[in-house]
């Protein structure tokens, strides 16, 4: 693929719209990906290796790793990894990862989905979504909740299968139900959702015109937290319900999302 990107990319027509998958065993060689990532038609779904750049970044093992690590931070970036552990070390990786696909092409949205190990809360890969429109940061927030979802029941089910196994009894929530809602996944949507009303609360009360249109506040919101729109859209008819938010011109009680262009203050 490293081969051909470049090839691939100057064969598609100019106003045609490409997705380009990105998955590899370890990892490719960016510059030669950027010719069908700066498309401005595009969007693109990229592997980021965790685990591995985890084990081996700042070794000089992966000669790639490094390049791609080192594009959006060039001087620094050993030392900052060196200085932290954790779930700090593994946000770092990310950023890192994620500011060298969307800085170059001018991407406005990154976000991410990570995979974790089957039996382990550890990070196995990140899968970075870009795209430049509002429209594909909705749609890829609907796909990560269903992944999301699943992951937590998966994981759950055969976290609880390998401990039953070594039971001599049948255990009554052997299939992991019980485990879900404490699941990385699960944890992940639960605080996105507290974070997000948070947000879209102080959004509301900090606007300088007194009033911000629907459609000024979930891209930010979608942007950066694991939330839906249409999850976030029902909990604003909800606060506009209980007069928490103040929405003239709702169209009708059937109305469950706000339009684009409502315009929305907070005055709970």
């Known amino acids: 693929m490293e081969d051909h990107a470049a090839a691939i990319a100057a064969s598609i027509p100019q106003q045609s719209f490409s997705f380009t998958l990105i998955d590899p065993k370890g990892f490719p060689a960016i510059g030669s990906m950027m010719p069908l990532l700066r498309r401005q038609n595009a969007e693109a ?43 700090q070390r593994e946000q770092l990786y990310e950023e890192l990862a ?32 870009l795209t430049r429109h509002s429209e594909g940061l909705k749609v890829y927030r609907d796909s990560e909740r269903s992944a999301l979802d699943a992951q937590a029941t998966t994981r759950s089910a055969l976290k609880a299968k390998k401990r039953d196994a070594g039971r001599l009894m049948d255990d009554l929530f052997a299939d992991g139900s019980d485990a879900i809602p404490n699941d990385r996944s699960t944890q992940v949507v639960r605080r996105s959702e507290a974070e997000a009303l948070r ?4 959004m509301l009360t900090n606007a300088s015109s007194g009033f911000c249109t ?5 891209p930010m919101i979608l942007a950066e937290l694991s939330v839906t729109h249409s999850w976030l859209g029902r909990q604003v008819n909800d606060l506009r319900k209980a007069g928490q938010i103040s929405a003239p011109g709702w169209p009708s009680e059937r109305t469950q999302i706000p339009r684009d262009e409502q315009r929305l203050k907070w005055s709970g």
């Open 45 to 87: 779904l990229v592997n980021f290796m965790f685990d591995f750049a985890n084990r081996f970044g700042g070794t000089d093992l992966i000669p790639t790793l490094e390049a791609w690590l080192s594009t959006s931070a060039p001087d620094d970036w050993r030392e900052r990894i060196r200085a932290v552990s954790g779930e």
């Open 98 to 129: 994620v500011e060298a696909l969307r800085r170059t092409p001018g991407y406005v949205y990154a976000p991410v989905i990570t995979v974790d190990k089957v039996l382990h809360n550890r990070a196995l890969y990140k899968l970075i979504f």
């Open 199 to 202: 947000r879209l609360q102080a």
């Open 214 to 218: 629907w459609k000024e506040c979930w």
